[in-house]
């Protein structure tokens, strides 16, 4: 089986998720610009804790199922960091938390679990539909952890420890989404496959962010 080139599968996430950049999405631009109310990013990391544990999960299912080669192997790379660099992301997430006031176990809320499900049967039905929704995160991942952090410091008066969880992944996730988009290409995925799970995600975490808004304080 030949790799197929990473720019026609970087090209298809990024149609994917036109209309859908989480970072033009209202509640990322209120955090950026610090008008959230407070309590909101408590909330918030109440919610978001899910989807952070729920990613080793997924990345070690994905990998399981996955013949043994590059594409395995870079899989299991992005699940190494997620488990221990620098320490294991699930707890490096709680310093943002604990800084955030969020409560300690809150269950998920309607656009929570709709999303964790639709991660859950990708994961069940197709490895590349879910590593394809890994990767349409993963491609906005990075900018959108430099832009939490910087909103932390600047409107919310965290300091570095409240923003550790955010500062990794500024850097990470740009190896990281490379890597699933390599990833993708050593197994010649089929790009309709791609798009459509991708979008999948992109609808899903847009949605994520919605329900935020919808249950903001008036």
């Given amino acids: ?6 720019d026609p599968i970087n090209d298809v996430l990024a149609d994917a998720l036109v209309g859908r950049q989480l970072l033009t999405h209202p509640f990322y631009l209120r955090w950026e610009a610090g008008t959230l109310a407070e309590g909101e990013l408590a909330t918030y990391a109440e919610q978001y804790r899910h989807l952070e544990r729920e990613l080793p999960v997924t990345l070690a299912a994905i990998a399981s199922n996955l013949p043994e080669g590059t594409s395995r192997s870079l899989v299991l790379a992005n699940l190494a960091d997620e488990l221990g660099v620098p320490e294991p992301h699930a707890q490096l997430f709680e310093s943002f938390a604990r800084a955030a006031g969020a409560a300690a176990e809150v269950v998920p809320t309607r656009a929570t679990e709709a999303l964790l499900a639709s991660i859950r049967a990708a994961v069940l039905s197709d490895p590349v539909a879910a590593l394809a929704m890994v990767a349409a995160y993963e491609v906005q991942a990075s900018d959108i952890a430099a832009s939490k952090g910087d909103g932390l410091r600047r409107h919310y008066g965290m300091d570095a420890e409240g923003t550790r969880f955010w500062d ?8 990281h989404a490379g890597w699933s988009a390599d990833a993708l290409g050593g197994l010649d995925a089929d790009l309709a496959v791609i798009a459509a799970a991708a979008r999948e995600a992109a609808e899903g975490w847009w949605s994520f962010l919605s329900e935020r808004e919808e249950l903001a304080p008036a």
Wanted: proline share 7%.
């Fill in 168 to 175: 990794v992944h500024r850097t990470q996730e740009i190896d």
């Fill in 1 to 6: 089986m030949c790799a197929m080139p990473t």
